[in-house]
Protein backbone atom coordinates (compact mmCIF):
# COMPACT_ATOMS: atom_id res chain seq x y z
CA UNK A 1 0.00 0.00 0.00
CA UNK A 2 1.74 3.56 -0.81
CA UNK A 3 2.76 5.82 1.86
CA UNK A 4 -0.17 8.30 0.96
CA UNK A 5 -3.30 5.50 0.68
CA UNK A 6 -1.76 4.28 4.38
CA UNK A 7 -2.07 8.24 5.85
CA UNK A 8 -5.66 8.72 4.17
CA UNK A 9 -6.50 5.57 5.69
CA UNK A 10 -5.17 6.00 8.84
CA UNK A 11 -6.61 9.57 9.14
CA UNK A 12 -9.75 8.38 7.98
CA UNK A 13 -9.76 5.67 10.81
CA UNK A 14 -8.85 8.18 13.42
CA UNK A 15 -11.78 10.57 12.36
CA UNK A 16 -14.19 7.78 12.70
CA UNK A 17 -12.52 6.27 16.01
CA UNK A 18 -13.15 9.81 17.07
CA UNK A 19 -16.66 10.36 16.21
CA UNK A 20 -17.65 7.29 17.31
CA UNK A 21 -15.69 8.77 20.75
CA UNK A 22 -18.30 11.40 20.84
CA UNK A 23 -21.30 9.37 19.88
CA UNK A 24 -24.56 9.08 22.18
CA UNK A 25 -23.74 8.69 26.23
CA UNK A 26 -26.95 6.07 25.70
CA UNK A 27 -25.41 3.93 23.11
CA UNK A 28 -23.12 2.22 25.51
CA UNK A 29 -25.72 -0.80 25.75
CA UNK A 30 -24.97 -3.31 28.00
CA UNK A 31 -25.22 -6.99 26.51
CA UNK A 32 -27.93 -8.26 28.18
CA UNK A 33 -30.46 -4.97 26.40
CA UNK A 34 -28.66 -5.00 22.75
CA UNK A 35 -31.56 -6.75 21.16
CA UNK A 36 -34.14 -4.10 23.35
CA UNK A 37 -31.61 -1.22 22.38
CA UNK A 38 -31.68 -2.15 18.42
CA UNK A 39 -35.91 -2.94 18.39
CA UNK A 40 -36.00 0.36 19.85
CA UNK A 41 -33.72 1.84 17.05
CA UNK A 42 -35.81 0.76 14.45
CA UNK A 43 -38.66 2.58 15.42
CA UNK A 44 -40.63 -0.06 18.10
CA UNK A 45 -42.72 2.34 20.18
CA UNK A 46 -42.79 -0.61 23.01
CA UNK A 47 -39.00 -1.34 22.80
CA UNK A 48 -38.38 2.70 23.14
CA UNK A 49 -40.48 3.01 26.08
CA UNK A 50 -38.74 -0.14 27.90
CA UNK A 51 -35.64 0.97 27.13
CA UNK A 52 -36.22 4.39 28.50
CA UNK A 53 -38.24 2.75 31.94
CA UNK A 54 -34.63 0.67 32.01
CA UNK A 55 -33.08 4.45 32.15
CA UNK A 56 -35.81 5.88 34.80
CA UNK A 57 -35.19 3.21 37.26
CA UNK A 58 -31.74 1.31 36.32
CA UNK A 59 -32.26 -1.29 35.77
CA UNK A 60 -29.57 -3.37 33.85
CA UNK A 61 -28.32 0.27 32.94
CA UNK A 62 -26.92 2.96 34.67
CA UNK A 63 -29.63 5.41 35.16
CA UNK A 64 -30.01 8.60 32.79
CA UNK A 65 -32.44 11.02 32.70
CA UNK A 66 -32.06 12.58 29.44
CA UNK A 67 -31.61 9.17 27.72
CA UNK A 68 -34.84 8.10 29.70
CA UNK A 69 -37.03 11.40 27.71
CA UNK A 70 -35.25 10.78 24.98
CA UNK A 71 -36.04 6.91 24.62
CA UNK A 72 -40.47 8.04 25.80
CA UNK A 73 -40.45 11.18 24.02
CA UNK A 74 -39.87 8.81 20.70
CA UNK A 75 -42.75 6.23 21.71
CA UNK A 76 -44.70 8.63 22.56
CA UNK A 77 -44.26 10.88 19.45
CA UNK A 78 -45.25 7.74 17.56
CA UNK A 79 -49.18 7.52 19.61
CA UNK A 80 -48.26 4.82 22.53
CA UNK A 81 -50.64 5.50 25.30
CA UNK A 82 -48.11 4.50 28.07
CA UNK A 83 -45.48 6.36 26.73
CA UNK A 84 -47.59 9.31 27.16
CA UNK A 85 -48.85 9.06 30.34
CA UNK A 86 -44.97 8.77 31.55
CA UNK A 87 -43.78 11.74 29.62
CA UNK A 88 -47.18 13.65 31.21
CA UNK A 89 -46.55 12.18 34.33
CA UNK A 90 -42.63 13.45 34.33
CA UNK A 91 -43.84 17.22 33.45
CA UNK A 92 -46.11 17.13 36.75
CA UNK A 93 -42.93 16.87 39.02
CA UNK A 94 -40.27 19.22 40.09
CA UNK A 95 -37.96 20.99 39.07
CA UNK A 96 -39.80 19.91 35.13
CA UNK A 97 -43.16 20.81 36.14
CA UNK A 98 -45.06 22.10 33.31
CA UNK A 99 -48.69 21.51 33.69
CA UNK A 100 -49.78 22.52 30.37
CA UNK A 101 -47.29 19.86 28.69
CA UNK A 102 -48.60 17.39 30.93
CA UNK A 103 -52.35 17.68 30.07
CA UNK A 104 -51.45 18.02 26.52
CA UNK A 105 -49.58 14.33 27.05
CA UNK A 106 -52.27 13.09 29.43
CA UNK A 107 -55.19 13.83 27.32
CA UNK A 108 -53.27 12.14 24.03
CA UNK A 109 -53.05 9.35 25.95
CA UNK A 110 -56.47 9.56 28.08
CA UNK A 111 -58.36 9.55 24.79
CA UNK A 112 -56.68 6.06 23.80
CA UNK A 113 -58.92 4.99 26.72
CA UNK A 114 -55.57 4.38 29.49
CA UNK A 115 -56.85 4.42 32.63
CA UNK A 116 -53.73 5.67 34.28
CA UNK A 117 -53.58 8.76 32.15
CA UNK A 118 -57.81 9.23 32.33
CA UNK A 119 -57.25 9.43 36.44
CA UNK A 120 -54.62 11.79 36.27
CA UNK A 121 -56.06 14.23 33.58
CA UNK A 122 -59.35 13.81 35.56
CA UNK A 123 -57.38 15.42 38.60
CA UNK A 124 -56.04 17.89 36.42
CA UNK A 125 -59.30 19.36 35.50
CA UNK A 126 -60.84 19.28 39.06
CA UNK A 127 -57.46 21.04 40.22
CA UNK A 128 -57.37 23.32 36.90
CA UNK A 129 -53.81 22.80 36.64
CA UNK A 130 -52.59 23.12 33.04
CA UNK A 131 -56.30 23.01 31.78
CA UNK A 132 -59.21 25.10 33.37
CA UNK A 133 -60.93 23.96 36.06
CA UNK A 134 -63.60 21.87 35.42
CA UNK A 135 -65.82 20.04 37.35
CA UNK A 136 -67.80 18.73 34.46
CA UNK A 137 -64.98 17.43 32.22
CA UNK A 138 -62.89 15.66 35.76
CA UNK A 139 -66.25 13.89 36.17
CA UNK A 140 -66.69 12.20 32.55
CA UNK A 141 -62.90 11.32 32.65
CA UNK A 142 -63.50 10.07 36.03
CA UNK A 143 -66.38 8.48 34.81
CA UNK A 144 -64.59 6.49 32.51
CA UNK A 145 -62.43 5.40 34.88
CA UNK A 146 -64.54 4.26 36.74
CA UNK A 147 -66.17 1.96 34.11
CA UNK A 148 -63.04 -0.16 33.96
CA UNK A 149 -63.38 -0.76 37.05
CA UNK A 150 -60.39 1.21 39.10
CA UNK A 151 -61.12 1.13 42.52
CA UNK A 152 -59.96 4.81 43.31
CA UNK A 153 -62.11 6.06 40.49
CA UNK A 154 -64.91 3.68 41.73
CA UNK A 155 -64.62 5.12 45.62
CA UNK A 156 -63.84 9.04 44.22
CA UNK A 157 -67.16 9.05 41.85
CA UNK A 158 -70.10 9.75 44.30
CA UNK A 159 -68.40 12.70 46.54
CA UNK A 160 -67.86 14.23 43.04
CA UNK A 161 -71.17 13.57 41.75
CA UNK A 162 -72.60 14.84 44.62
CA UNK A 163 -71.03 18.40 43.55
CA UNK A 164 -72.99 18.65 40.22
CA UNK A 165 -76.25 19.40 39.14
CA UNK A 166 -78.92 16.50 37.15
CA UNK A 167 -77.38 19.09 33.80
CA UNK A 168 -73.94 18.97 34.83
CA UNK A 169 -73.69 15.13 35.03
CA UNK A 170 -75.93 14.52 31.42
CA UNK A 171 -73.37 16.88 29.64
CA UNK A 172 -70.48 14.95 31.81
CA UNK A 173 -72.10 12.01 30.57
CA UNK A 174 -72.29 12.84 27.16
CA UNK A 175 -68.24 14.43 26.80
CA UNK A 176 -67.57 10.54 28.17
CA UNK A 177 -69.49 9.07 25.65
CA UNK A 178 -67.83 11.41 23.10
CA UNK A 179 -64.36 10.22 24.60
CA UNK A 180 -65.83 6.48 24.64
CA UNK A 181 -66.06 6.87 20.65
CA UNK A 182 -61.96 7.64 20.28
CA UNK A 183 -60.20 10.86 18.98
CA UNK A 184 -61.08 9.97 15.47
Not at 16 to 25: Q, W
Not at 113 to 126: D, G, H
Not at 153 to 170: N, T
Request: aromatic fraction near 8%.
Amino acid sequence: MPLRATVTFTTLLLLVLSLAACSDPGDAIPPALADLHQRASADDASAQLELGLHYVTGRGIPPDEQAALRWIGKAAAQGNAAAQFELGSYYTLEPHRNWQRAAELLRQSALQNFAPAQSSLAILYWAGKGVPQDRIEAYAWLGLVAEQGEREALEGQPSLQAELSDVELQQAWQRAQQYRQGPW
